[in-house]
Structure formats: structure tokens, C-alpha cells
């Protein structure tokens, strides 16, 4: 590595600390804070737990501020080289300006790979681990019952089984309905009123009827009523109650995995897979704001900490405005996932090349 390279990656890394306990502090005072005081009203949450919950939480916002922090740090450091006169100097050394931005690139890509393993590891297990804390005091009135569950299995995209339940209280199923399918067409319904799991037999019906439909119009519907029935469903009950995680919450992988048994079931997976890109893409945003920030920092008069967090805001604000339109664009089947993840990227990647293209010239 040259001394110039040396030199600038000194110098990005007091400012891109700086930058990621500013902009932690302003998005964990000005959402996050304000959210869990919030709810610690509402729920009557103890200020331990209080604590705690900040800390889960922490994670999610510190890896938002990475990408933030890079373009605060080359804003600020080639505005104050640019105020004193050390860009003329490398350039009268026959040092371009394009040469001076190889090691930004390269720090910036650095913050985006880190960024994505920061983000498959410690950010999903804490935020799932405070979502878990958050509801065990949301549902601290009746833990231990879940209503109106619906349940649909698919095989190869057409349903097989519909199972709708009132409600689960201490592992007893109410009100149960179970409607069956082959070959699309309906085959049995089965209603009951209270069942459970057991582990070695499944499922066990008490105090239902069940009606079969023939696959022939000459054949008559069969009716059978029981007191006590077994019900092969290859099914636990926990699966029906099973929290489904939030975006935040998930892996690559598990949002891959999630993709694949939408797509076996005939299920719409565009969202999960925008989800999937714009974890990579984000990530990567610190690369492009690398370009970006040393394209407005080489203009006059960007040497202050102020006026380069400043700048960091509003370009920040234009690429989540653009990253909103082209979600909302997204979802609405208008762009496809992938283009909707990429493209603000791409547009603040491009402008960034171009004004550092016009910047170099000068």
C-alpha cells in the first residue's frame, strides 16, 4: 500500500467513526427512543427491560448508519482537503483525482462487506430477540391462547388442506374446520368441536362430523359423525401459531428459504424477493456513497463537520425518497424486485461517476 493510500484511510476513519455515533444517536434518539418509551407506557414495560430492548435494538440502526457514515466521512475529509489545497498538491505531483478516489472505493466496499455479515449475524438474532421481549408484553393478558387461525398447504402450487381453528387455549384446539382436496376438486370436511396433538398418534378429534363429497355425481355424500377420531395431518399445531419473522428479523438465507416454499406453493414471493436484494443493496450503498461524497466534497467550502453532515442528510433524504418510489414500484408488480432494490443505487452510483468524471477535468 503507498503512502497515499495510508494517508487517506487515516484520515476516513476519525470521521467515519464520528459518523456512526452521530447518525446513531440522532435515528436512536429522533425513532427509536421515542417508539420504546412508547410502548414502555403502553405495556408497562420495567426500565431493565427497557434497557434491554434499546440494546436489541441498537444493532439494526448502527448498520443503517454505516453506509450514512462513509459518505459524512468523504464528504467531510475532501472538502478539508479540497479548503487546503491538498488536492492541488497531489494533482501538481502528477497524482489525478480519479488516482485519490482508489482508496475511498476500496474503504467503502470494505464498510459494505462488513455491513452484510454484520447484517446476516448480529442484527437478525438481536432483533428477533427483542421482538420476542416486545411480545411477551404485548400479550401478557392471554398468553397461552391464540385466535382465528387459518392454515392453507399447497402441493405444487394448488391448495391440499385448509385448516381454520377459533382459537388454541393450553394446547386445546376449538372449533375446528379441516377442508380436504385431490386434484383440486373437494374430497372431505371435517369439523369438530375441541381437539389436541399427541405426539405418537397426531392429531385427535372429539365430537365432530365428517362429510366426504364423491368424485362421482352417481354417488351419494357420505356423512359420519364420532365422538373421538384420528386425523392424519402431517401437521403440529405449533406450526399454525408460529410467529412469522419480520423482514429485520431474517437472514438471506431464511429469506431464500421463505422465497422457495412460496414459489412450491403458488404464493406471490415479489416482496421476499426485493427483501432479499435490498439487504445486498443497501449494504452496498456505502461503495456508492463513497463516489458520491467525494464528488460534492471536492466542491468549495465543505470542509466543516456541520456542512458535511449537512450534505449527508440530503443526499441521504433523496436516495430513501428514490428507494421508496421504487419499492412502492416494486410491490405493485410495476418493476420487477431485483430493479427495485438496485435502482437507487444505480441512480446516485451514476451521478456520483458523472460529477467525478466533470470534477477531475477541472
Known amino acids: 500500500m503507498k503512502i497515499i493510500d495510508k494517508y487517506i484511510f487515516k484520515e476516513l476513519i476519525g470521521p467515519f467513526l464520528f459518523g456512526i455515533a452521530a447518525f446513531t444517536f440522532i435515528l436512536a434518539g429522533t425513532t427509536l427512543l421515542f417508539n420504546l418509551i412508547?410502548?414502555?407506557?403502553?405495556?408497562?414495560?420495567?426500565?431493565?427491560?427497557?434497557?434491554?430492548?434499546?440494546?436489541?435494538?441498537?444493532?439494526?440502526?448502527?448498520?443503517?448508519?454505516?453506509?450514512?457514515?462513509?459518505?459524512?466521512?468523504?464528504?467531510?475529509?475532501?472538502?478539508?482537503m479540497g479548503n487546503d489545497l491538498e488536492l492541488i498538491a497531489f494533482r501538481s505531483s502528477g497524482i489525478s483525482l480519479i488516482r485519490v478516489t482508489i482508496p475511498v472505493i476500496i474503504f467503502g466496499l470494505i464498510i459494505s462487506l462488513l455491513t452484510i455479515g454484520f447484517n446476516e449475524s448480529i442484527v437478525p438474532k438481536a432483533s428477533s430477540m427483542a421482538e420476542d421481549l416486545f411480545r411477551s408484553y404485548r400479550h401478557s393478558e392471554k398468553p397461552?391462547?391464540?385466535?382465528?387461525?387459518?392454515?392453507?398447504?399447497?402441493?405444487?402450487?394448488i391448495p391440499i388442506r385448509i385448516i381454520n381453528v377459533k382459537d388454541i387455549k393450553e394446547g386445546i384446539l376449538n372449533e375446528i374446520t379441516v377442508a380436504e382436496f385431490e386434484n383440486g376438486s373437494l374430497h372431505r370436511i371435517i369439523r369438530s368441536k375441541t381437539g389436541k396433538w399427541k405426539k405418537l398418534t397426531g392429531w385427535e378429534f372429539y365430537n365432530g362430523i365428517m362429510h366426504y363429497f364423491p368424485k362421482n355425481e352417481q354417488k351419494k355424500l357420505t356423512v359420519i359423525n364420532?365422538?373421538?377420531?384420528?386425523?392424519?395431518?402431517?401437521?403440529?399445531?405449533?406450526?399454525?401459531?408460529?410467529?412469522?419473522?419480520?423482514?429485520?428479523?431474517?437472514?438471506?438465507?431464511?429469506?431464500?428459504?421463505?422465497?422457495?416454499?412460496?414459489?412450491?406453493?403458488?404464493?406471490?414471493?415479489?416482496?421476499?424477493?426485493?427483501?432479499?436484494?435490498?439487504?445486498?443493496?443497501?449494504a452496498f450503498s456505502s461503495l456508492i456513497y463513497s463516489i458520491i461524497g467525494i464528488s460534492v466534497g471536492v466542491k468549495p467550502h465543505r470542509s466543516s463537520s456541520a456542512m458535511g453532515l449537512g450534505?449527508?442528510?440530503?443526499?441521504?433524504?433523496?436516495?430513501?425518497?428514490?428507494?421508496?418510489?421504487?419499492?412502492?414500484?416494486?410491490?405493485?408488480?410495476?418493476?420487477s424486485p431485483l430493479f427495485a432494490a438496485w435502482i437507487p443505487n444505480i441512480i446516485v452510483g451514476l451521478t456520483g461517476i458523472l460529477l467525478l468524471k466533470k470534477n477531475s477535468s477541472l
Request: charge should be positive; hydrophobic fraction near 45%; glycine fraction near 4%.
Open 38 to 80: 412508547g410502548e414502555s407506557i403502553k405495556y408497562n414495560i420495567p426500565i431493565l427491560d427497557l434497557i434491554i430492548l434499546f440494546s436489541l435494538k441498537l444493532p439494526q440502526i448502527i448498520a443503517i448508519s454505516f453506509p450514512m457514515s462513509i459518505l459524512f466521512s468523504t464528504i467531510s475529509v475532501f472538502g478539508r
Open 144 to 157: 397461552t391462547i391464540k385466535e382465528n387461525i387459518n392454515f392453507t398447504q399447497y402441493k405444487d402450487g
Open 226 to 282: 364420532f365422538e373421538k377420531e384420528f386425523i392424519k395431518i402431517n401437521i403440529n399445531p405449533i406450526d399454525l401459531t408460529k410467529r412469522k419473522k419480520n423482514y429485520e428479523e431474517m437472514s438471506r438465507k431464511e429469506l431464500m428459504n421463505q422465497i422457495l416454499n412460496k414459489i412450491r406453493n403458488g404464493e406471490n414471493p415479489s416482496k421476499d424477493i426485493m427483501n432479499y436484494h435490498l439487504k445486498l443493496s443497501i
Open 311 to 335: 450534505l449527508s442528510l440530503i443526499i441521504i433524504l433523496v436516495y430513501f425518497i428514490l428507494l421508496s418510489i421504487s419499492m412502492g414500484l416494486g410491490l405493485s408488480n410495476t418493476m
